[in-house]
């Protein structure tokens, strides 16, 4: 099976260990959706490389999922005919949100960040990481999308968001 392949890749057991746990929670919660076994389930990329499930029969109501798992903890989401993206974070201490922030976030994300107090920092660079992430998810194009140019708005109090982003436009073959 191509996920035990993978999982034997991880440097770190431990890792590989959570990538089958993941995958086998996944297959999971997919089957009941489905109505397949977990083992019947077959995974193939999308055009962007995000996971999805190998197409059904015709007029069969599309499952789509995404995925995130994080220091030990993982997030599922599952939706029919609509494209899904999550992100799990954990907030950790010794990272250089301000620097990070100023290199990857729009200005107001980067002011909202660094206009806090040095203790509620880290928890705010986050919480734009993992919106930032699962929206590019959704979208199927990751984190090799430019992360200033997907801008998090967040409501005054926090508990929504809308998303701002300026997509790519290919350059031009006039003469």
């Not at 007029?59 to 609509?82: K, P």
């Not at 409501?155 to 003469?175: H, I």
Request: aromatic share 8%; glycine share 10%; proline share 6%.
């Amino acid at each position: 099976m191509e996920e035990q392949a993978r999982a034997g890749r991880f440097v770190r057991p431990d890792d590989g260990n959570c990538y089958i746990l993941a995958r086998g929670c996944l297959r999971a919660v997919l089957a009941r959706y489905t109505g397949l076994g977990p083992s019947a389930l077959i995974f193939q990329p999308g055009a962007t490389g995000k996971p999805a499930l190998a197409a059904g029969p015709d007029g069969e109501e599309r499952v789509l999922f995404n995925l995130s798992h994080s220091h030990g903890r993982m997030l599922i989401a599952v939706a029919r005919q609509r494209e899904v993206g999550v992100d799990l974070e954990q907030i950790r201490d010794g990272v250089e949100v301000a620097k990070l922030a100023q290199r990857f976030y729009s200005p107001s994300e980067c002011e909202s960040v660094t206009g806090l107090p040095a203790p509620a920092q880290a928890a705010q660079f986050f919480r734009y990481w993992a919106a930032k992430e699962a929206f590019l998810k959704c979208k199927g194009v990751g984190l090799q999308f430019p992360l200033d140019r997907c801008e998090i708005m967040l409501s005054p109090d926090e508990s929504t968001a809308s998303v701002n982003w300026k997509l790519l436009l290919a350059p031009s073959n006039r003469g």
